[in-house]
């Protein structure tokens, strides 16, 4: 199943719409959730299968420790990938993952999560057994899952780590439908008589009295699974404070749960109220008959208030003002109602009105867009309001608690909680600290189910925590705790120190992330800074610097203090056949190439009919053998032109040879050299057109036909019919954009940001569309959460490094570049690393010119050579594994492409960039006068699943790296069918 964060395919226009609950996982027993596969598996014939569920729960203290194994049968003929989509209740962790490795159960470890989405990618490519568990967006999780073999079984283990509230135990057993076989095992470490199970059930659950505890036991085969929890109710000593320690990674670790009487008075309610309503493309998540009720619950018991209404999307919206006299708010609810949702959200747009005395934020708390970020910070306090499953938890509850308010959960809170929660006082954590002890951190300044939950670590053993507290009637109260001698031993404390700690740092994780990443590995768990990643072989552990389970720890460091030599000795090596590379591009740069007409009118080497997919690190010559049947001759000429060989008319530059890249060399000597300073100092403007776009969707169609005014009611008549499309979202965004309606435009383009938030292609494209739209500080923004979600992707860093150049941040972008420049990459991105070197020089050049001094002392001064052109064009894609080809004929009709990769004139293409994203760039120095054709065309692809089509991003620039230098970009797509061409654009080169 996609992340949750998706759009719904019929998802209705306006906020206050019901959910479509049938998109809602079902780990969780979240009212009114509808029952959804929890594997979902791409292009499966058949579904994937839960065959067995095995349950093990242990309650004890203050958390709860759940293990499901399930086993997977996949009945197709073929290999799959699986994705298991969850989201977690508050304060839930990850705290173990375990996947079957031939035969055996092998736990996952801890690590980077950039890192571990490349390993995963890399491995997988293999066909080998790697598991990958993630954490995507606020409470959400996903397991990726490869193989599954044919007509075969996976076997995975999860262990969920959850608060215990006092007497209630929730056991979920929503995973699928039903299942062939379950078992289920559930111990309660410390009751006053026999648990049951509250409410009716099919399922038996009898409990016995053992080792000092109480445990039951289940059996059942082909049972229909309950989609809510079952719901374990027992009594307990009502002990006023209980306290466990646990002594983990040389540190001792106390958590507490003090009990508090049930006191509670009505607040004092505002008289001038600011509401902030989430009106995002994602609003379809919410429960928003439930937000209406409670606010129908407050305005109620406040009366008398006047309201400030904010709706927030891409940016914060024009502010309403609403009067509600006698509790009656109609005219507000319908204007709630009312309220169309569309693009991301951008949480930090929103400001204080100034006036108002508190605010009331209906949001998942999930912001995804905007050109700062979110600072969670409210003069004001803030009652911050959630009902959608999948949300950033630690974020609005620091929202809610740092501004003096309130977080509340409507999605476990049946209506008459919440509203005491809004409406009413009680017991409130002012502040915790004592001696011998430290680092104490709390799960809420409000008590949970009467109950103050803190941890900590312990200096000495003799220590006491001392807390003070505000009672509801405001009267200040102290308490101190001995915490060191005496206190219960529990293999849960440390969990309970590192759950509340992650729950003040997850709030900010870009703050955060170096503290996030250390415990994560401390602890194992998964987090928004590491991953649980399972591989197959010690031998990929110590390739990817993984440090393995312990059973292979002994083979692993052998085998790293091997090939730590060797890595030195590779990089050493990369670093200098990038500088043979670079003086063969300066080579060809400073050659001069005939501009004559040419004397044999013979067409270039064409390639025709549908070219069938090759396998990864195909050279140009393999690739026309292939495709073409080209003979032995020509199938070694193009073979000659991969490695370089110099043409008869001219002598390569030193180690040509080896560099072992696509770049022309020297034929006849016949132009006249540039100017000293590299620019070719051409004379008139060279003009660049692109083909216009046209939309084949009748969507788009029926949305750029409409009359402005009536053009946003049609776009939301069809939203509801695309929401899951990305070109429906370009299309329509285009259609705005070119009516010079920006606003509206910008905020279309916004959703996809929001359609799947750990989506890199589709994150991409957002980017490269802000870009041709002149927003480069939001395509930063972009970027920036793409290098955060692929750092092992060397677009990541480019892209980014483009971003800032474009919004002025020079330093910043050559930093970017150079990483991708010297990076160590994966194979199939061909020639990145040069195309970025390029540019990097480009930047570092036209901050010269303008008399800017950038650092680059960082970079190898063998690497600092700016080389302007006239003309260059780059050509980069949205889909991985995924090959296509960028095509430029000349005014002579000379064709530079792949399998013709420099012209006489002087044009030259990059390498073939044939395992996905590209880029491919063409470039030309002096420029006969005429017109240049840009084409692109689809070669094949390498997918377990492929779209119909393919989105392209071209840049199409003159008088590049000078002061002349002119830029279009567009986005379009192609359709993905072997052969499928389109054209992009053309240059006009001036006589």
């Given at each position: 199943m996609p992340d949750r964060r998706r759009f719904v395919t019929s998802l209705a226009a306006t906020c206050a719409a019901p959910a479509l609950a049938q998109l809602a996982p079902n780990r969780l027993p979240a009212p009114a959730v509808a029952r959804a596969p929890l594997l979902a598996v791409a292009g499966a014939e058949q579904p994937v299968r839960l065959e067995a569920l095995d349950v093990d729960v242990e309650a004890g203290g203050s958390l709860a420790r759940t293990r499901v194994r399930m086993t997977f049968f996949n009945p197709n003929a073929r290999v799959l990938e699986g994705r298991l989509s969850f989201p977690l209740g508050d304060h839930e962790l990850v705290t173990g993952f375990a996947l079957d490795v031939g035969g055996t159960l092998r736990d996952a470890v801890p690590v980077e999560k950039g890192r571990a989405e490349q390993v995963f990618e890399a491995i997988a490519r293999r066909g080998v057994d790697p598991g990958l568990l993630q954490r995507t967006a606020g409470n959400a999780h996903e397991l990726r899952l490869y193989p599954l073999p044919p007509r075969g079984r996976r076997i995975v283990e999860l262990t969920i780590d959850a608060p215990l509230e006092r007497g209630?135990?929730?056991?979920?057993?929503?995973?699928?439908?039903?299942?062939?076989?379950?078992?289920?095992?559930?111990?309660?470490?410390?009751?006053?008589?026999?648990?049951?199970?509250?409410?009716?059930?099919?399922?038996?659950?009898?409990?016995?009295?053992?080792?000092?505890?109480?445990?039951?036991?289940?059996?059942?085969?082909?049972?229909?699974?309950?989609?809510?929890?079952?719901?374990?109710?027992?009594?307990?000593?009502?002990?006023?404070?209980?306290v466990a320690t646990e002594r983990r990674h040389d540190r001792t670790y106390v958590a507490l749960d003090v009990r508090l009487p049930a006191a509670r008075v009505p607040r004092p309610l505002a008289e001038r109220l600011q509401i902030v309503w989430d009106a995002s493309g994602s609003a379809g998540e919410r429960r928003v008959e439930r937000e209406l009720d409670l606010l129908d619950d407050y305005f109620h018991a406040a009366r008398d208030v006047d309201v400030n209404l904010v709706r927030i999307a891409d940016a914060a919206q024009a502010p309403e003002q609403h009067r509600v006299r006698h509790g009656d708010w109609r005219t507000l609810r319908r204007a709630l109602e009312a309220t169309a949702c569309d693009g991301a959200s951008n949480l930090a747009d929103v400001r204080w009105d100034g006036a108002s005395t508190e605010a009331l934020w209906f949001t998942d708390g999930l912001a995804n867009y905007g050109k700062r970020p979110w600072s969670m910070t409210f003069p004001v306090p803030v009652y911050a309001v959630r009902s959608a499953s999948t949300a950033n938890v630690p974020a609005l509850h620091r929202l809610a608690e740092d501004s003096g308010g309130r977080s509340i959960d409507l999605t476990t809170s049946d209506r008459r909680h919440a509203a005491r929660a809004l409406l009413e006082r009680?017991?409130?954590?002012?502040?915790?600290?004592?001696?011998?002890?430290?680092?104490?951190?709390?799960?809420?300044?409000?008590?949970?189910?009467?109950?103050?939950?803190?941890?900590?670590?312990?200096?000495?053993?003799?220590?006491?925590?001392?807390?003070?507290?505000?009672?509801?009637?405001?009267?200040?109260?102290?308490?101190?705790?001995?915490?060191?001698?005496?206190?219960?031993?529990?293999?849960?404390?440390?969990?309970?120190?590192?759950?509340?700690?992650?729950?003040?740092?997850?709030?900010?994780?870009?703050?955060?992330?170096?503290?996030?990443?250390?415990?994560?590995?401390?602890?194992?768990?998964?987090?928004?800074?590491?991953?649980?990643?399972?591989?197959?072989?010690?031998?990929?552990?110590?390739?990817?610097?993984?440090?393995?389970?312990?059973?292979?720890?002994?083979?692993?460091?052998?085998?790293?203090?091997?090939?730590?030599?060797?890595?030195?000795?590779?990089?050493?090596?990369?670093?200098?056949?990038?500088?043979?590379?670079?003086?063969?591009?300066?080579?060809?740069?400073?050659?001069?190439?005939?501009?004559?007409?040419?004397?044999?009118?013979?067409?270039?080497?064409?390639?025709?009919?549908?070219?069938?997919?090759?396998?990864?690190?195909?050279?140009?010559?393999?690739?026309?053998?292939?495709?073409?049947?080209?003979?032995?001759?020509?199938?070694?000429?193009?073979?000659?032109?991969?490695?370089?060989?110099?043409?008869?008319?001219?002598?390569?530059?030193?180690?040509?040879?080896?560099?072992?890249?696509?770049?022309?060399?020297?034929?006849?000597?016949?132009?006249?050299?540039?100017?000293?300073?590299?620019?070719?100092?051409?004379?008139?403007?060279?003009?660049?057109?692109?083909?216009?776009?046209?939309?084949?969707?009748?969507?788009?169609r029926r949305i750029a036909a409409a009359p402005a005014g009536q053009m946003w009611a049609v776009y939301l008549e069809e939203r509801r019919l695309h929401a899951r499309s990305v070109a429906f979202f370009l299309d329509a965004a285009e259609a705005f954009l070119e009516r010079g309606r920006r606003t509206e435009g910008l905020r279309v383009l916004s959703n996809l940001a929001e359609m799947d938030l750990q989506n890199r292609q589709v994150l991409r494209l957002l980017g490269y569309r802000l870009q041709q739209a002149d927003e480069s500080a939001l395509a930063v923004t972009v970027f920036e959460r793409v290098r955060a979600i692929a750092p092992h992707e060397p677009q990541s860093s480019r892209d980014l490094g483009l971003a800032l150049a474009a919004n002025g941040r020079a330093q910043a972008a050559i930093e970017a570049l150079h990483e991708v420049a010297i990076g160590s990459w994966d194979p199939r991105f061909a020639d990145i690393d040069l195309i970025a070197l390029v540019e990097l020089n480009a930047i570092v050049d036209a901050?010269?010119?303008?008399?800017?001094?950038?650092?680059?002392?960082?970079?190898?001064?063998?690497?600092?050579?700016?080389?302007?052109?006239?003309?260059?064009?780059?050509?980069?894609?949205?889909?991985?594994?995924?090959?296509?080809?960028?095509?430029?004929?000349?005014?002579?009709?000379?064709?530079?492409?792949?399998?013709?990769?420099?012209?006489?004139?002087?044009?030259?293409?990059?390498?073939?960039?044939?395992?996905?994203?590209?880029?491919?760039?063409?470039?030309?120095?002096?420029?006969?006068?005429?017109?240049?054709?840009?084409?692109?065309?689809?070669?094949?692809?390498?997918?377990?699943?492929?779209?119909?089509?393919?989105?392209?991003?071209?840049?199409?620039?003159?008088?590049?790296?000078?002061?002349?230098?002119?830029?279009?970009?567009?986005?379009?797509?192609?359709?993905?069918?072997?052969?499928?061409?389109v054209v992009v654009g053309t240059f006009d080169v001036p006589a």
């Open positions: 209630r135990l929730p056991v979920a057993l929503g995973y699928a439908e039903r299942v062939e076989r379950l078992s289920m095992r559930v111990r309660i470490a410390h009751a006053d008589a026999r648990p049951a199970l509250a409410g009716r059930t099919e399922i038996a659950l009898p409990f016995e009295a053992r080792d000092g505890g109480w445990e039951a036991q289940a059996n059942a085969t082909w049972t229909r699974l309950p989609s809510d929890a079952l719901i374990v109710r027992w009594s307990e000593p009502r002990a006023p404070v209980v009680g017991w409130q954590l002012v502040d915790a600290g004592g001696d011998g002890i430290e680092d104490v951190v709390v799960s809420s300044r409000h008590p949970e189910a009467g109950i103050v939950r803190l941890a900590a670590m312990l200096t000495a053993k003799d220590a006491t925590l001392g807390i003070r507290l505000r009672s509801p009637a405001g009267q200040t109260v102290r308490r101190t705790v001995a915490v060191g001698n005496g206190a219960t031993v529990s293999r849960l404390a440390s969990v309970q120190w590192a759950r509340l700690r992650l729950d003040r740092l997850e709030a900010d994780p870009r703050a955060h992330d170096s503290e996030i990443r250390a415990i994560g590995r401390r602890f194992g768990l998964a987090t928004s800074a590491t991953s649980l990643i399972v591989l197959e072989r010690v031998e990929d552990y110590m390739q990817h610097r993984i440090e393995p389970p312990a059973e292979l720890r002994d083979a692993w460091s052998r085998l790293v203090a091997q090939a730590t030599r060797a890595r030195e000795q590779r990089d050493a090596e990369r670093l200098a056949l990038l500088v043979r590379r670079f003086e063969a591009r300066a080579a060809w740069w400073s050659t001069d190439f005939p501009k004559d007409d040419p004397p044999d009118a013979r067409p270039p080497l064409q390639v025709s009919g549908a070219l069938a997919p090759r396998a990864p690190g195909a050279s140009h010559a393999d690739r026309l053998q292939e495709a073409t049947g080209a003979t032995s001759s020509r199938v070694r000429d193009e073979r000659a032109r991969d490695a370089i060989a110099p043409s008869p008319a001219a002598s390569p530059p030193p180690l040509a040879k080896a560099a072992n890249i696509a770049m022309p060399m020297a034929r006849t000597l016949v132009a006249p050299s540039a100017p000293a300073d590299g620019d070719p100092g051409r004379e008139g403007r060279i003009g660049i057109s692109l083909e216009p776009a046209d939309p084949q969707a009748t969507s788009a901050a010269r010119r303008e008399g800017r001094t950038l650092d680059t002392g960082f970079i190898d001064p063998r690497l600092l050579r700016a080389m302007p052109l006239d003309l260059r064009v780059v050509l980069a894609w949205d889909a991985d594994n995924t090959d296509v080809d960028l095509h430029v004929v000349d005014p002579n009709g000379e064709e530079v492409y792949y399998g013709h990769p420099r012209s006489r004139q002087g044009g030259a293409i990059t390498r073939d960039a044939t395992g996905g994203y590209g880029p491919e760039e063409f470039a030309l120095r002096v420029a006969k006068p005429g017109r240049y054709r840009i084409e692109a065309q689809f070669f094949g692809h390498r997918q377990q699943v492929l779209l119909s089509s393919t989105g392209l991003m071209l840049w199409l620039s003159s008088g590049w790296g000078t002061p002349r230098q002119e830029d279009r970009r567009t986005t379009l797509r192609l359709q993905s069918t072997s052969g499928a061409r």
